[in-house]
């Protein structure tokens, strides 16, 4: 279900990647883990690249799990437990995590509907599935949609209101917020 050739881009920039990234905001993570109702301690981040996401969060233990090979391998040398896998099949066993971020990333999966399913599962009961992703009904989301097709990425970008609908059908209590271009979907276990 990966977009291979989104993947194999991700694999090749992966040293470079963090040069060139913003810092996660970290105040917009908090609110939105705020959501929980259970404590948060174990968080998997998915796509997660180089761990920028997981990075922006004070908490115990810190996964990212990434397709890209030279992106798990670079979130290591930041200091993350990190593993290879695809969104749509996690290697977790059902309720393992407290909470699991999806940061700029899932237009870039090739079956975000299972991705969804698939964080829905491994979700603790009261955990928090937490999405940031730009949306493509705003002028600069319009640009960024533009800009990545251009690059040669395959991006599919949803409008927050239809993200939360996939969220909710994922079992998911689900809300959201805006930020400008970007936007915040929380669902909870
Ligand atoms: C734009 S980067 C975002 C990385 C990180 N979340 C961040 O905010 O910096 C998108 C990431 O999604 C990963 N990715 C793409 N398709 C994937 C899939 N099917 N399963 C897991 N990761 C995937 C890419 O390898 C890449 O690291």
Known sequence: MSRAGDVA?????????????????????REALSF?????????????G???GASALDVRERIVADAAAGMTRQARRNGFEAVRADAGRLPFVDESVDAVLVVDALHHFGDPD???AEAARVLRPGGV?????????????RLVEWGER?????????????????VAAAGLDARFRSSG???????RA
């Open 114 to 116: 299972r991705a969804l």
């Open 129 to 141: 599935l937490v999405i940031r992703e730009i949306d493509p009904t705003a002028l600069v989301g």
């Open 36 to 48: 929980a109702e259970r404590d948060v301690e174990r968080v998997l981040d998915v796509g997660g």
């Open 50 to 52: 180089t761990g920028r």
């Open 150 to 166: 251009a690059y040669g990425f395959d991006s599919t970008f949803f409008p927050p209101a239809d993200l939360g609908r996939r």
């Open 9 to 29: 881009t991700f694999d090749r920039v992966a040293r470079f990647y963090d040069w060139v990234s913003p810092s996660a905001d970290a105040a917009e993570f």
């Open 181 to 187: 271009f970007e936007y915040t979907v929380v669902g």
